[in-house]
């Protein structure tokens, strides 16, 4: 069985640590937070579990296996680095770090530690978005067109990250998984702040990629209403997937075909002209078998621990996440 800590249960940490504490593959053994309001929290649901202020101790434990890191953005990084050294596996809350060289440092040490370096992209582990992904690899929906998505909230300000790289993480890992982790052809941002100075409040973010694939990511935590949708247009038919809705996946057999016609018409100099034809056909509100994604996400991570299963979010796909993050114009080489 493999040996776990947790640095961090803050905001999300409580709910990455109840699924670990669920799992009969790994023990908790101990759980590392500054704060003692949080550290008491713990001690009070998991009475089994060591408790400490001090990440230090847990990553310098021989009998911990790997470590949980859910802690501000900019301890991302140290804290990774420190524990892949102690020949420890990761599992580190999105983004993996602040940069693109940041994460090339942590993917470097762990191919050579050969530890496992992994990303909490959890949406990838998400029934919905491995449906939507199922669609697309099937060609069910045709050629993709366009995405777009929104992912808007009124409150929980944060003074760490902006609103893009608090928000969009999700969208972006979400989209290069359904498209196969493609390079972007061009990143173009516009974000901003309202609230607090350099911190930007609202962004909009539109990638283009190849096979002029557009997708389009609206971020906002100064919205009236919570939306958490996501569209994909192909050419045979659409799909909505709303995480907040009920009935969280739509396929729309809806379109515009062109055709052309031969004829006469108005343009003399070309008798063949094109015409459309528009389908707007049925709306199918497919079942899905929910599973908690966080399960799943941690089932992933043991899996390649104890069998070399291959990351689906490890370094390779968290590089490509953050390189998008950091980009205006062009993706950073």
Aim: glycine fraction near 6%; proline fraction near 5%.
């Amino acid at each position: 069985m493999i040996t776990i800590a947790q640095i961090g249960v803050g905001y999300w940490g409580p709910n990455l640590l109840r699924n670990l504490v669920a799992s009969r593959r790994c023990k908790v053994a101990a759980v590392a937070d500054l704060s003692p309001e949080r550290r008491d929290y713990v001690k009070g649901l998991y009475p089994a579990i060591s408790v400490t202020d001090d990440a230090e101790q847990i990553i310098q434990d021989s009998k911990i296996d790997a470590v949980v890191i859910s802690t501000p953005v900019a301890t991302h990084f140290g804290l990774a680095t420190k524990a892949i050294d102690a020949d420890k596996h990761v599992l580190v809350e999105k983004p993996l770090a602040r940069s693109v060289k940041e994460a090339e440092q942590i993917e470097e040490l762990a191919a050579a530690k050969a530890r496992i370096a992994m990303v909490g992209h959890t949406f990838l582990f998400n029934a919905a978005v491995r449906y939507v992904k199922n669609l697309i690899d099937t060609g069910e929906l045709g050629e993709i067109r366009y995405i777009y998505s929104q992912r808007l909230n009124l409150g929980r300000i944060r003074s760490d990250v902006n609103a893009l790289w608090n928000f969009a993480p999700h969208d972006i890992s979400i989209i290069q998984y359904w498209l196969g982790d493609p390079e972007p052809l061009s990143v173009i941002r516009r974000g901003v702040a309202y609230i607090q100075n350099d911190i930007e409040d609202v962004v909009f973010l539109n990638i283009l990629y190849p096979k002029n694939i557009m997708a389009n990511i609206h971020v906002s935590w100064l919205d009236p209403t919570r939306i958490r949708s996501m569209t994909v247009v192909g050419s045979k038919k659409m799909v909505v997937y709303d995480d907040a809705a009920e009935n969280k996946i739509a396929i729309y057999d809806k379109g515009i075909d062109r055709m052309a016609v031969l004829g006469q018409n108005m343009d003399y100099d070309n008798q063949h002209f094109q015409t459309f034809s528009y389908r707007s056909g049925d709306v199918l509100l497919p079942k899905i078998n929910f599973v908690e994604p966080l399960k799943v996400e941690i089932d992933h991570f043991l899996d390649c621990i104890e069998n070399g299963t291959p990351c689906l979010t490890g370094t390779d796909h968290a590089k490509k996440v953050i390189q998008i993050l950091s980009s205006n114009g062009h993706p950073t080489p």
